[in-house]
């Protein structure tokens, strides 16, 4: 079945959650740490905000001043929530913070991190970013053992396995905990005394390293993007490996394993689409990434037309080096409203596709007349690309050739990115051909896999493409069915 059309009489559509780009991946989390830095909050504040486009649900940062952990999370955005008194009540020279997009466990204000906690091992913070994939068979465990949940979200499973940890170290006692988990998992962790980051044995999303120069001193920093480096000022050092620890204490900084490293799987997607083009992930630039998937889909599936627009903002690069490519004009021929908040009540009148025309505008003295290639970085479920080649053509397109920088997404991400159950994915579905005929567009092509893997440079088979194949690096067995009768479950 294709997916339905909105119902305007329906109430729930008054308030226009399309705006939330339901038919896309949704964004996962970011995480920014700092030690040694006597304006750390403010750091991570600044940090935050260069990583805001990670989760835009929640956002908090915990402090410490070497004595007491200092702790503000809310829902909403960065700026928002940190105003310049807030920042002030978060003294002391290391901090962790983190924005969130739920992908496991309920969007509330409990499960909002660092999840922050006074145990035997003292106040402990934590930031996430991933998904573990045996959260709810571990967290079974150890309500059975009697640990008390505060929230739903699968990170709090670390924090109890800490606690109940018999290692008195806190290395220790984390590397123990982390061996107990399996999944994706960046993560920075602060103790009254040091921080600690680690990564999981396969590098499924991002952590960055930096430096930063303040009064003579260094400072260390940590990010999921390279991003959040550029507005403090740090520069980038290296990656956090596949399973490494990097603690940070006054005894300096040490890096070592908690777990031999895995044959890489770094997130794909974060050069398609979730990351930001300036940043550096994964070693590789997205920018350079973003252009190289439009050249390689301009080699693979050109059309005849006159100019290349990309849908904006994340497939403005794609499309850049799809028009190279081609040899063909570059025009911005859809204008994307950066104003727009996260709900909005629809006006009385119901306005046809009000959602999509929000956010998008076409640019009609450019298209109008033109066989136009629209690209986009993704087709999800399918709603939003048949709305927006409905807008192309009334604004006059001729022609609308679709082009999707990747691949058909098939599957699940069961790694930290929240993606629609497999029965809404249109691919997984249906052919090519129906769904070109549900988007409405005069041809529609697709990146293929080994176009992808070409254009982030993937010579070693180090990423992973699960999204897209339906194989899945690690075991996902009976996941599906655990997280349907966790859900039920409530
Ligand atoms: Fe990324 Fe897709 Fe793999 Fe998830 S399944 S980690 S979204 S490539």
Same mark, same amino acid.
């Given at each position: 079945m294709m997916p339905q059309q909105e119902d305007p009489a329906d109430p729930a559509h008054h308030r226009v959650d399309s705006l939330k780009e339901s038919d896309a991946f949704h964004d996962e989390c970011g995480v920014f740490a700092v030690y040694g830095h006597p304006e750390a909050a403010n750091m991570a504040y600044l940090g935050l905000y260069a990583l805001q486009h990670r989760?835009?649900?929640?956002?908090?940062?915990?402090?410490?001043?070497?004595?007491?952990?200092?702790?503000?999370?809310?829902?909403?955005?960065?700026?928002?929530?940190?105003?310049?008194?807030?920042?002030?009540?978060?003294? @002391?020279?290391? $901090?962790?913070? &983190?924005?969130?997009?739920? !992908?496991?466990?309920?969007?509330?204000?409990?499960?909002?991190?660092?999840?922050?906690?006074?145990?035997?091992? @003292?106040?402990? $913070?934590?930031? &996430?970013?991933?998904?573990? !994939?045996?959260s709810i068979e571990v967290r079974g465990e150890l309500e059975a053992a009697g640990s008390i949940f505060q929230a739903t979200s699968d990170t709090e499973v670390i924090l109890h396995l800490m606690a109940r940890s018999r290692e008195r170290n806190l290395k220790h006692a984390l590397r123990e905990s982390l061996l107990r988990i399996e999944g994706a998992f960046s993560l920075a962790l602060l103790a009254k005394d040091q921080l600690i980051v680690a990564r999981d044995q396969r590098g499924f999303r991002p952590l960055a390293f930096g430096k930063l120069k303040h009064n003579g001193h260094d400072a260390y920093v940590f990010a999921s993007e390279t991003c959040a480096f550029d507005l403090i000022g740090a520069t980038y050092i290296d990656d956090v490996h596949p399973g490494e620890m990097i603690l940070v204490s006054k005894d300096g900084l040490v890096r070592e394993p908690w777990a031999p490293a895995l044959p890489t799987s770094h997130c794909v997607f974060e050069h398609v689409y979730f990351s930001r083009p300036d940043s550096m992930v994964f070693g590789r630039s997205v920018e350079d990434s973003r252009q190289m998937l439009g050249r390689s889909l301009a080699r693979e599936s050109p059309a005849s037309a006159d100019l290349v627009v990309p849908v904006p903002d994340s497939g403005v690069s794609a499309a850049i080096g799809y028009a190279a490519e081609a040899n063909l004009p570059f025009r911005m021929g859809l204008i994307r409203n950066h104003y727009v908040g996260r709900t909005f009540i629809e006006p009385k009148q119901s306005i046809r596709d009000f959602g999509v025309k929000l956010k998008l505008n076409p640019v009609q003295h450019i298209i109008e007349g033109q066989r136009v290639i629209l690209v986009d970085d993704s087709l999800v479920r399918g709603t939003t690309s048949r709305k927006i080649v409905r807008m192309m053509r009334q604004a006059g397109a001729k022609e609308v050739h679709l082009r999707i920088s990747c691949p058909p997404t098939m599957s699940p991400c069961y790694y930290g990115v929240d993606t629609p159950d497999k029965d809404e994915l249109i691919a997984?579905?249906?052919?090519?051909?129906?769904?070109?005929?549900?988007?409405?567009?005069?041809?529609?092509?697709?990146?293929?896999?080994?176009?992808?893997?070409?254009s982030v440079h993937d010579r070693h088979d180090g990423y992973c493409y699960s999204c897209y194949t339906g194989r899945y690096p690690t075991d996902v067995v009976g996941i599906e069915q655990l997280v349907a009768e966790h859900r039920q479950k409530g």
């Open positions: 989760g835009q649900e929640s956002a908090g940062i915990c402090s410490s001043d070497g004595k007491h952990l200092h702790c503000t999370k809310k829902k909403g955005l960065v700026a928002e929530i940190f105003t310049k008194r807030v920042i002030k009540d978060l003294p @002391g020279k290391m $901090a962790i913070g &983190h924005t969130r997009y739920s !992908t496991a466990g309920e969007s509330n204000k409990l499960n909002a991190q660092p999840f922050f906690v006074e145990c035997n091992k @003292g106040q402990l $913070a934590l930031a &996430h970013n991933g998904n573990l !994939t045996n997984a579905n249906h052919d090519l051909e129906s769904i070109r005929k549900y988007t409405e567009a005069d041809s529609l092509a697709y990146l293929s896999l080994e176009g992808l893997k070409e």
